[in-house]
């Protein structure tokens, strides 16, 4: 993990370059191409989509690669 940052979640879900994080968002790519460009609430956008089966798999995915 990169622990150069603030690690809020916005940076965490949506910014942080980690490797592990990379490529966790290409697997659920989908959820970040529905965030509308130029977003200035990117992370509301991320949580309010409609595939919210998908955002909670996410978050768990995510959540998982903190757990160690």
Do not use: K, Y
């Not at 980690?18 to 959820?31: K, M, P, T």
């Not at 992370?43 to 768990?60: E, M």
């Amino acid at each position: 993990m990169c622990f150069n940052n603030v690690q809020d979640e916005a940076h965490v879900i949506l910014d942080c370059p980690d490797a592990q994080l990379v490529s966790l968002r290409n697997q659920f790519q989908h959820l970040f191409d529905a965030i509308p460009a130029g977003s200035t609430a990117r992370l509301r956008d991320f949580f309010n989509q409609s595939d919210a089966v998908g955002v909670a798999d996410f978050a768990d995915e995510c959540l998982a690669l903190f757990d160690h």
